[in-house]
T-cell receptor, first 113, second 115 residues
Framework: NAGVMQNPRHLVRRRGQEARLRCSPMKGHSHVYWYRQLPEEGLKFMVYLQKENIIDESGMPKERFSAEFPKEGPSILRIQQVVRGDSAAYFC???????????FGPGTRLTVL | DQQVKQNSPSLSVQEGRISILNCDYTNSMFDYFLWYKKYPAEGPTFLISISSIKDKNEDGRFTVFLNKSAKHLSLHIVPSQPGDSAVYFCAAIGSSGAGSYQLTFGKGTKLSVIP
């Protein structure tokens, strides 16, 4: 049973470009979460999705950030017009139900030049 | 306002000895607690969890203790092995609303097990 998959593992973008981060949850998991880790910090919640629905995006910046989890295909975290402050590790997690252990992918390390 | 605190940024332990990692929380709505282990350039790996209705949970070399009145939990690793060297994150989930699915993490404790 494959774990949570994320790609790309590393992404370099120049200021103003768009970043697209992908996440495929574990088989059988319909709950997907995105977290961001800044240097020397713990992980911070960004958004919680189920298939075709955004349940809670309260942890995401209001502008430039969006997330989706379509009926078919992976969940996508999209960052438009990236700035240097967006440089971080972005982790996706999935779970079979809420209020449960969440299993994390390897992360995407975004560097904005 | 940090709701989950790991006050020791680092800990060094001799191989074979016990490692004790501590975590404090402030939110009384937290009712489920988890420990994750993280190696550099990898995602967090789930280790062990405990519900607030228990005060101890054991899995092999790992034991988590919960003291609800003190809002404190600890992870014991015994015996410690060099492969345990990693950053350990404490996390918590609440009983209702947004807290029931948002993991709130501490900043982590870097454990070094010396051979």
């Amino acid at each position: 049973n494959a774990g949570v998959m994320q790609n790309p593992r590393h992404l370099v973008r120049r200021r103003g470009q768009e970043a697209r981060l992908r996440c495929s949850p574990m088989k059988g998991h319909s709950h997907v979460y995105w977290y961001r880790q800044l240097p020397e910090e713990g992980l911070k919640f960004m958004v919680y999705l189920q298939k075709e629905n955004i349940i809670d995006e309260s942890g995401m910046p209001k502008e430039r950030f969006s997330a989706e989890f379509p009926k078919e295909g992976p969940s996508i975290l999209r960052i438009q017009q990236v700035v240097r402050g967006d440089s971080a590790a972005y982790f996706c997690a999935s779970s079979p139900a809420v209020h449960n252990e969440q299993f994390f992918g390897p992360g995407t390390r975004l560097t904005v030049l | 306002d940090q709701q989950v605190k790991q006050n020791s940024p680092s800990l060094s332990v001799q191989e074979g000895r016990i490692s004790i990692l501590n975590c404090d929380y402030t939110n009384s709505m937290f009712d489920y607690f988890l420990w994750y282990k993280k190696y550099p350039a990898e995602g967090p790996t789930f280790l062990i969890s405990i519900s607030s209705i228990k005060d101890k949970n054991e899995d092999g070399r790992f034991t988590v203790f919960l003291n609800k009145s003190a809002k404190h939990l600890s992870l014991h690793i015994v015996p410690s092995q060099p492969g345990d060297s990693a950053v350990y994150f404490c996390a918590a989930i609440g009983s209702s609303g947004a807290g029931s699915y948002q993991l709130t993490f501490g900043k982590g404790t870097k454990l070094s097990v010396i051979p």
